[in-house]
């Protein structure tokens, strides 16, 4: 196999959308503070990817009835404004 | 001459664990309607192109170039988009040809530049329309 080789996967074509895994999408998500509340409102749910995950999914699932495959898109927006500087990281 | 295992050992600087700075974990703050921004504009994003333009039209005319697209992107509007804007009915092999043509460099186009995307979805439905018309 080649070096380069690139492995083609399935579903949602993340890396239009400039993201490089699924995780990804919840690692961005379940940084975000609404109104000063967390998404993922344990701390301890921030250090297992499934239970960050969970909390992601319910928290749009509730509010916005986003379903799961639509969240792609918001971490895809939501990442490429702190990239372009319109949204940044705070302490 | 050799060096004994164990005799000389590199030492590293002490391992700590990494607290986090400041008072909390890094966060990125929103409000709910920032947020519901990027939701609706996340479903405008993943809807249908159609239904995308239907929703929220740009205003660009046919035929013409936005100021703001780079010289070597202007290639893109085709002779067709001119002749459209123009009032002409494009010849029909002209008005074919450069759909199959355009496809492939307008995919290209669209994973290079996101902030084109718009743009390029408006070029590809009126090669469409133009095409269905010819």
């Given at each position: 196999m080649a070096p380069n080789q690139k492995t083609q996967t399935e579903g949602t074509n993340l890396k239009t959308l400039?993201?490089?895994?699924?995780q990804e999408v919840f690692d961005i998500l379940g940084l975000l503070k609404v109104d000063g509340e967390?998404?993922?409102?344990?701390?301890?749910?921030?250090?297992?990817p499934r239970l960050k995950a969970k909390a992601v999914i319910d928290y749009f699932n509730e509010k916005f009835n986003v379903k799961m495959d639509e969240l792609p898109y918001v971490a895809s927006l939501i990442k490429h404004d702190l990239k372009h500087g319109k949204l940044t990281w705070r302490r | 001459m050799g060096v004994e295992s164990g005799q000389i050992r590199q030492v590293g600087a002490p391992q700590r664990p990494v607290a986090p700075a400041g008072n909390g974990s890094p966060h990125i703050d929103l409000t709910s309607a920032g947020l519901s921004g990027y939701v609706e504009r996340a479903a405008q994003l993943r809807a249908p192109e159609h239904e995308r333009f239907t929703h929220n039209p740009l205003p660009i005319q046919t035929g013409t170039i936005p100021p703001n697209i780079p010289v070597n992107l202007q290639?893109?509007?085709l002779p067709q988009h001119r002749a459209a804007a123009a009032g002409e009915a494009a010849p029909a092999e002209r008005a074919s040809a450069p759909l199959t043509q355009m496809a492939p460099a307008l995919d290209v186009l669209s994973e290079l530049a996101p902030n084109l995307r718009p743009l390029i979805n408006r070029i590809r439905q009126e090669n469409r329309m133009l095409g269905a018309r010819s």
């Amino acid at each position: 196999m080649a070096p380069n080789q690139k492995t083609q996967t399935e579903g949602t074509n993340l890396k239009t959308l400039g993201l490089n895994s699924p995780q990804e999408v919840f690692d961005i998500l379940g940084l975000l503070k609404v109104d000063g509340e967390p998404i993922v409102k344990n701390e301890q749910d921030i250090l297992d990817p499934r239970l960050k995950a969970k909390a992601v999914i319910d928290y749009f699932n509730e509010k916005f009835n986003v379903k799961m495959d639509e969240l792609p898109y918001v971490a895809s927006l939501i990442k490429h404004d702190l990239k372009h500087g319109k949204l940044t990281w705070r302490r | 001459m050799g060096v004994e295992s164990g005799q000389i050992r590199q030492v590293g600087a002490p391992q700590r664990p990494v607290a986090p700075a400041g008072n909390g974990s890094p966060h990125i703050d929103l409000t709910s309607a920032g947020l519901s921004g990027y939701v609706e504009r996340a479903a405008q994003l993943r809807a249908p192109e159609h239904e995308r333009f239907t929703h929220n039209p740009l205003p660009i005319q046919t035929g013409t170039i936005p100021p703001n697209i780079p010289v070597n992107l202007q290639p893109l509007v085709l002779p067709q988009h001119r002749a459209a804007a123009a009032g002409e009915a494009a010849p029909a092999e002209r008005a074919s040809a450069p759909l199959t043509q355009m496809a492939p460099a307008l995919d290209v186009l669209s994973e290079l530049a996101p902030n084109l995307r718009p743009l390029i979805n408006r070029i590809r439905q009126e090669n469409r329309m133009l095409g269905a018309r010819s």
